[in-house]
Nanobody, 126 residues
Framework: QVQLVESGGGLVQAGGSLRLSCAAS????????MGWFRQAPGKEREFVAF????????YYADSVKGRFTISRDNAKNTGYLQMNSLKPEDTATYYC???????????????????WGQGTQVTVSS
């Protein structure tokens, strides 16, 4: 059992930055990887970024590559999503997720992740 709590969302102007945090608790030793997803009203949940817990290998959706940076601090059991050069189309509820194992072919698939946070709202004004 892993519990995840996101924080750091808010309202920013286009071009601004936010840093989201995902605090993990419970059986955190079983976390293989953490992913970030987002969901805008009327749209399906969309993959954003992925990081392995031990090695720190990262993977990004094309839409955020070069603007967002995913990282993790194992000692703090916390994952982060640094969001720079934000665009109005980045507006969504952002969720962190984790699983005991995510093969590379499934890292973009929200259905694969067993543990989810409650979400944090990010709104980017034009």
């Amino acid at each position: 059992q892993v519990q995840l709590v996101e924080s750091g969302g808010g309202l920013v102007q286009a071009g601004g930055s936010l840093r989201l945090s995902c605090a993990a608790s419970g059986r955190t030793g079983n976390i293989y990887a953490m992913g970030w997803f987002r969901q805008a009203p009327g749209k399906e949940r969309e993959f954003v970024a992925f990081v392995t817990w031990s090695g720190g290998t990262t993977y990004y959706a094309d839409s955020v590559k070069g603007r967002f940076t995913i990282s993790r601090d194992n000692a703090k059991n916390t994952g982060y999503l640094q969001m720079n050069s934000l665009k109005p189309e980045d507006t969504a509820t952002y969720y962190c997720a984790a699983d005991n194992y995510i093969p590379a072919a499934r890292r973009q698939d929200a259905k694969k992740y067993d543990y989810w946070g409650q979400g944090t709202q990010v709104t980017v004004s034009s």
